[in-house]
């Protein structure tokens, strides 16, 4: 016998009309516009940079080359050159990627609502992603020539993830439940592993600020030197902006401990810095002088734990609660296990060759890297746990005084 509240549910569903193959077509559209949107001011500015340089040798269609394959780079895709290869990606553009991805998907899904069409969540990602990614395909197939090829399996992949996660983002809201096989403990590690690993960005990005002012004599020494021009200058202080979220990664990195290369047998870590001979790149005039760093450096290894422990009390107050010491143990360690697995992705895609030679080892090593953020995450939030449960056992005991009373009745007790 069904209840009044199934009765209207079903009405409404049933009013909801259901999908279409036709409904999903649009995505394809949006994927395309999703990729224009993006490569087409990068392909001007190479083109406006090629004109403004006089002593540029190169023709328009190498130049066009150029921005096609600087936005496949900020797909994670490398691209061989001769001698070498360069594989570091510009996260400045990925993020812009990525927002590009979710406001294509955004239109979309404004149409869906109108029409009172129900939105297929995986479906609707699934047909975006796959066809941003093949557009990322052709892409790298159009602009191989004989200085430079981007990896074909790259480029489907880092289209298909970027894509997904722009999709992500905009179809949010739309998400189904997750299935009743995935174990609480499972379920209580993704938000504060997520968390945690934004807090680890923010911290890099903090670190990658405070190197700027305090060496930016050296960063604009370098910037004169070159003698860039006006137009020059801004498209040279546009390509750092964009790599700034890829410097925020290596600070990440020096945050852990690990440290990070700028070149083949250097390293920049809490213990010290090693250097050689640097590409004339401004920004890099902000690194530590070489040498061996005070000891009160490796201080900043402690961030890292406390990042896990903030993320882990957010997630006890905001999240679902989580019952049983082991459980809440469990998780916090699923959330360090996380933490590192997109540590390690954002290590893979900020390091990277930039050429041959001493050049083919740049940023930080991703699995190294991942590894260490884990366990300084994983450490913090078993920290949080266990002072938690310590906290809640102290609040929760009961002290009983007995007083005597002083008219010989019997004795009080006082709580």
Same mark, same amino acid.
């Given at each position: 016998?069904?209840?009044? #509240?199934?009765?209207?549910? *079903?009405?409404?569903?049933?009013?909801?009309?259901?999908?279409?193959?036709?409904?999903?077509?649009?995505?394809?559209?949006?994927?395309?516009?999703?990729?224009?949107?993006?490569?087409?001011?990068?392909?001007?500015?190479?083109?406006?940079?090629?004109?403004?340089?006089?002593?540029?040798?190169?023709?328009? *269609?190498?130049?066009?080359?150029?921005? %096609?394959?600087?936005?496949?780079?900020?797909?994670?895709?490398?691209?061989?050159?001769?001698?070498?290869?360069?594989?570091?990606?510009?996260?400045?553009?990925?993020?812009? @990627?990525?927002?590009?991805?979710?406001?294509?998907?955004?239109?979309?899904?404004?149409?869906?609502?109108?029409?009172?069409?129900?939105?297929?969540?995986?479906?609707?990602?699934?047909?975006?992603?796959?066809?941003?990614?093949?557009?990322?395909?052709?892409? *790298?197939?159009?602009?191989?020539?004989?200085?430079?090829?981007?990896?074909?399996?790259?480029?489907?992949?880092?289209?298909?993830? %970027?894509? *997904?996660?722009?999709?992500?983002?905009?179809?949010?809201?739309?998400?189904?439940?997750?299935?009743?096989?995935?174990?609480?403990? %499972?379920?209580? +590690?993704?938000?504060?592993?997520?968390?945690?690993?934004?807090?680890?960005?923010?911290?890099? +990005?903090?670190?990658?600020?405070?190197?700027?002012?305090?060496?930016?004599?050296? %960063?604009?020494?370098?910037?004169?030197?070159?003698?860039?021009?006006?137009?020059?200058?801004?498209?040279?202080?546009? @390509?750092?902006?964009?790599?700034?979220?890829?410097?925020?990664?290596?600070?990440?990195?020096?945050?852990?401990?690990?440290?990070? +290369?700028?070149?083949?047998?250097?390293?920049?870590?809490?213990?010290?810095?090693?250097?050689?001979?640097?590409?004339?790149?401004?920004?890099?005039?902000?690194?530590?002088?070489?040498?061996?760093?005070?000891?009160?450096?490796?201080?900043?290894?402690?961030?890292?734990?406390?990042?896990? @422990?903030?993320?882990?009390?957010?997630?006890?107050?905001?999240?679902?609660?989580?019952?049983?010491?082991?459980?809440?143990?469990?998780?916090?360690?699923?959330?360090?296990?996380?933490?590192?697995?997109?540590?390690?992705?954002?290590?893979?895609?900020?390091?990277?060759?930039?050429?041959?030679?001493?050049?083919?080892?740049?940023?930080?090593?991703?699995?190294?890297?991942?590894?260490?953020?884990?366990?300084?995450?994983?450490?913090?939030?078993?920290?949080?746990?266990?002072?938690?449960?310590?906290?809640?056992?102290?609040?929760?005991?009961?002290?009983?005084? #007995?007083?005597?009373?002083?008219?010989?009745?019997?004795?009080?007790?006082?709580?």
């Amino acid at each position: 016998m069904s209840t009044p #509240t199934d009765t209207s549910a *079903a009405r409404r569903s049933a009013k909801v009309p259901r999908t279409t193959p036709a409904d999903l077509l649009p995505l394809l559209t949006a994927s395309v516009r999703a990729v224009l949107t993006l490569l087409v001011p990068m392909v001007a500015l190479c083109v406006l940079g090629w004109i403004a340089s006089v002593r540029s040798t190169s023709s328009l *269609a190498a130049v066009a080359r150029v921005g %096609v394959d600087l936005w496949l780079l900020a797909h994670g895709s490398s691209v061989a050159i001769v001698g070498g290869s360069v594989g570091i990606a510009p996260l400045g553009l990925t993020v812009l @990627a990525v927002l590009s991805s979710r406001r294509a998907v955004r239109m979309w899904l404004r149409d869906q609502l109108e029409a009172e069409r129900d939105v297929p969540f995986w479906r609707g990602l699934g047909v975006f992603a796959g066809g941003y990614a093949v557009f990322a395909v052709l892409l *790298a197939l159009v602009s191989r020539s004989g200085v430079g090829a981007a990896s074909l399996s790259m480029s489907l992949l880092g289209g298909f993830l %970027v894509a *997904a996660l722009g999709a992500l983002v905009a179809l949010w809201a739309h998400r189904p439940a997750l299935p009743a096989a995935v174990p609480a403990v %499972v379920v209580a +590690a993704l938000r504060p592993a997520v968390a945690a690993c934004a807090g680890l960005v923010g911290t890099g +990005a903090l670190l990658v600020a405070v190197a700027l002012v305090h060496g930016r004599s050296e %960063v604009l020494a370098l910037h004169a030197a070159l003698d860039p021009g006006v137009f020059g200058g801004l498209l040279l202080t546009l @390509a750092q902006a964009l790599l700034l979220p890829t410097f925020a990664v290596w600070g990440l990195s020096w945050a852990t401990g690990v440290g990070f +290369a700028v070149g083949t047998g250097t390293s920049v870590a809490p213990g010290g810095t090693t250097l050689d001979t640097l590409p004339t790149v401004p920004v890099l005039g902000a690194l530590p002088t070489p040498g061996v760093t005070p000891a009160w450096a490796w201080a900043v290894v402690a961030v890292p734990v406390l990042v896990g @422990a903030a993320a882990w009390v957010l997630q006890s107050r905001r999240g679902r609660p989580v019952h049983g010491l082991l459980t809440r143990c469990g998780a916090a360690l699923l959330t360090g296990a996380g933490t590192g697995v997109l540590v390690a992705g954002l290590g893979f895609f900020a390091g990277g060759a930039l050429g041959h030679g001493r050049m083919a080892d740049l940023g930080p090593d991703a699995l190294l890297t991942g590894a260490a953020a884990g366990g300084e995450v994983a450490a913090g939030a078993l920290i949080a746990v266990l002072l938690s449960r310590a906290w809640t056992a102290w609040r929760g005991t009961k002290v009983v005084v #007995t007083m005597p009373d002083a008219g010989g009745g019997a004795p009080r007790k006082l709580l």
